[in-house]
């Protein structure tokens, strides 16, 4: 007696759609979000232009859903979380350029800040799309922000000079600017150098 075999489910929403947006997260970083299609993205996962659009009616739709969870989470690993879990704020930021040049050179080249890199093509393009990406920098800013105030609470040493905000706003252009100089150089040399001028500002609590 042959015994049938049950059927194994291949429909799986959730999987297409990250796999969709992990496509065009990667796209958005090295061809651009005006350069990446439709059709590419369909041609690069496998999917339908139907199931595609179910899940992303309009490629605008697709974009913020790559800045809100993608770039996101690449933020926060990169940066939230380590500097949050740091026993200071320098020793966390300090890393953080540390373990990024690392990578990098690790990788052979430099594809620029994946938040910063968005910025300069759509922050102007689209209002909805603006204010997705300045919510994801308030988000890093006020990370580094309070760990910097938890700091001098404890009697750290206060290298922001009282303006932890005006401090947070300072690394992040340290870093979005090294990895552009980066991205046109292809080289970690801007972003050493700035992890060496942060260490210098920061040396008390390293």
């Not at 760990?147 to 005006?166: M, P, T």
């Not at 150089?185 to 040396?203: E, G, I, M, P, Y």
Request: charged content about 20%; proline content about 2%.
């Amino acid at each position: 007696m042959i015994k049938s075999r049950s059927r194994r489910r291949t429909n799986d929403p959730v999987g297409l759609r990250n796999r969709v947006l992990d496509a065009a997260a990667q796209a958005f970083q090295s061809s651009g979000y005006g350069a990446t299609s439709v059709h590419h993205l369909i041609r690069a996962t496998g999917v339908s232009g139907g199931a595609l659009h179910h899940h992303f009616p309009s490629k605008k739709s697709l974009a913020l859903a790559v800045i809100d969870e993608r770039v996101a989470a690449e933020v926060a690993a990169t940066w939230i979380e380590r500097v949050t879990a740091a026993p200071t704020a320098a020793q966390g930021i300090v890393a953080v350029f540390d373990s990024v040049v690392a990578a990098l050179e690790e990788q052979g080249s430099v594809g620029g800040c994946p938040l910063g890199n968005l910025a300069a093509e759509l922050a102007l393009r689209d209002d909805e799309i603006r204010t997705s990406l300045a919510d994801r920098y308030d988000d890093w800013r006020q990370a580094i922000t309070a760990k910097v105030e938890q700091d001098r609470s404890v009697g750290q040493a206060d290298y922001a000079g009282g303006d932890a905000a005006g401090f947070a706003n300072v690394v992040i252009a340290l870093f979005t600017g090294a990895l552009t100089i980066g991205k046109a150089d292809q080289s970690t040399a801007a972003l050493r150098a700035a992890t060496r001028q942060l260490t210098r500002w920061t040396a008390a609590d390293l």
